[in-house]
């Protein structure tokens, strides 16, 4: 038996830290409620969340490649060429979803700052002319550390995003890049012998 019949995909490289993944059909990838061709189907949740956990663990500096284990007797180069495909626009749309949503962030937090500042400023202003028009009351004292707190409450929410809001989306983003970019291969229970590839892998979560 041909070594393409039981192999298809990208040859892995050196030093790539791998994905495997095991299935018995290449359709348990995919969203079964997708009506889209096999290559434009986006892939199934637990798949997603399976993939992206295991990529979490990975260190960031290496490629990143993912090898499924088909329990078929063989495998057509299409059915690698299409995985691959099928995964890499994925996880480009995901990267591109991720921009979005950072840009989106940013626009919210300097509108938000804005706000924020033109708050707190007329809470301290407001403040001091308090403090001036009845300088010996103590409900003066009160009114004016009440809008001191209250601007820079105004202020948090921008803070919030510029100092660790965006963080995640980042490293979100950087992590589809990763994924839309890495080596597909699919291997039959045949390929095992020619290839350096651990017999037993962890299935899918389903």
């Not at 059915?79 to 949503?101: C, I, P, T």
Request: proline share 7%; charged share 25%.
């Amino acid at each position: 038996m041909d070594a393409s019949q039981t192999t298809a995909g990208d040859e892995i490289p050196p030093g790539t830290e791998v994905i495997e993944v095991h299935v018995s059909e290449l359709r348990q990838l995919f969203n079964s409620m997708d009506p889209s061709p096999f290559q434009d189907k986006d892939l199934d949740v637990d798949a997603v969340e399976f993939i992206v956990d295991w990529a979490k663990e990975l260190p960031p500096n290496k490629p990143l490649a993912l090898r499924v284990h088909l329990d078929k007797p063989v495998v057509s180069p299409e059915m690698g060429r299409d995985l691959r495909e099928a995964v890499h626009r994925f996880f480009a749309n995901r990267s591109m979803h991720a921009r979005q949503r950072l840009r989106e962030l940013f626009r919210i937090g300097w509108r938000s700052l804005l706000i924020g500042l033109a708050f707190l400023t007329v809470c301290l202003v407001t403040g001091n002319w308090i403090a001036k028009t009845w300088p010996d009351s103590r409900a003066t004292a009160i009114a004016r550390e009440g809008l001191v707190i209250g601007g820079w409450v105004a202020m948090w929410r921008p803070l919030e995003i510029f100092l660790y809001g965006w963080w995640p989306i980042r490293r979100d983003r950087r992590l589809a890049d990763r994924l839309s970019a890495m080596a597909v291969r699919i291997v039959c229970p045949a390929a095992l012998r020619n290839e350096n590839v651990p017999v037993a892998v962890p299935a899918m979560a389903r």
